[in-house]
């Protein structure tokens, strides 16, 4: 029987603790390389691994100066990988300890509503406005650097905070599950450089708040008066009411989904209310 080549003997045997070991550290490199992808962190993991590349091989070919230059280098990188890189480590730990069973989450198909009546009529008005809605990791962080206000949701109330030239109108909005938290808060901008320069600081503010937790943003333009959605780094442009339902439906696990025709209005005002309410003319069914 031909005996197996050296380097194949020289293997360890394959148990389950090792391939569950390796499943664990190929799930570790594929979160990092998600959250690194498409970023200026990119590239600067690209120029480390360059460097030591070039160590290995100055070490193996016998390079002395190049080896004592990048000797007294590569013992930092360590370092520098955590001071460079803390914003993608954040992210990277709180999607990896993200447990959705682990809360209710947003279900509060009311106040979803009243969100959607706002969202209606902001469009209508071509108001800027930028709604934030907590899921799984906790937005306290960014809840402090707004005014706090701790109130039910109401329609009429996101309408007074996006007026134009109100104290509150510049900032976002955050929603942890059925009440309004705080208004004017800042959120942290996205780098990705491969998005569209035509976004504006709003929309930027959208996605970057979702590359580093579980919400969901919500943006009306005030110059088109469209509706974007941006979930975990992504933002989609130009959705209809029921879509936007819908997408909220979806993110937070909810068991109910619009199912109207997207050519027609969601939310139209009912013929004889003088104030104006809004009411639902698409039914809404269970999944």
Excluded at 160 to 177: M, N, Y
Aim: proline share 6%; net charge neutral.
């Amino acid at each position: 029987m031909p005996h197996p080549p050296p380097i194949l003997s020289a293997l360890p045997d394959l148990t389950l603790a090792g391939i569950i070991d390796i499943l664990i550290v190929a799930f570790l490199l594929y979160q990092a390389l998600l959250v690194v992808r498409g970023t200026r962190a990119g590239h600067i993991l690209v120029g480390i691994l360059v460097m030591v590349v070039l160590y290995a091989v100055a070490v193996w070919a016998g390079l002395e100066a190049l080896r004592a230059l990048l000797s007294f280098i590569v013992p930092y990188l360590g370092l520098a990988i955590i001071v460079l890189f803390q914003s993608e480590i954040r992210r990277t730990l709180a999607r990896i300890g993200r447990k959705r069973w682990l809360h209710a989450g947003f279900r509060a198909p009311e106040s979803l509503h009243e969100i959607v009546f706002a969202v209606e009529q902001l469009t209508a008005q071509k108001t800027g406005a930028l709604i934030i809605l907590e899921r799984d990791i906790g937005l306290r962080t960014f809840v402090e650097s707004g005014v706090r206000l701790e109130s039910l949701i109401s329609r009429d109330l996101l309408l007074s905070i996006f007026q134009p030239r109100l104290p509150l109108h510049d900032g976002a909005v955050i929603i942890q599950k059925d009440r309004i938290a705080a208004a004017a808060c800042f959120l942290p901008l996205t780098t990705n450089p491969t998005l569209s320069r035509n976004l504006g600081t709003r929309h930027r503010a959208a996605i970057g708040i979702t590359e580093e937790t579980d919400c969901l943003s919500v943006v009306v333009s005030e110059e088109t008066g469209r509706i974007s959605v941006a979930t975990f780094g992504e933002i989609v442009s130009g959705i209809t009411l029921a879509e936007l339902l819908n997408r909220i439906n979806a993110h937070f696990g909810l068991e109910r989904q619009a199912t109207v025709d997207h050519a027609e209005p969601l939310y139209s005002p009912k013929p004889n209310d003088s104030a104006g309410r809004h009411q639902p003319v698409g039914e809404v069914n269970p999944r």
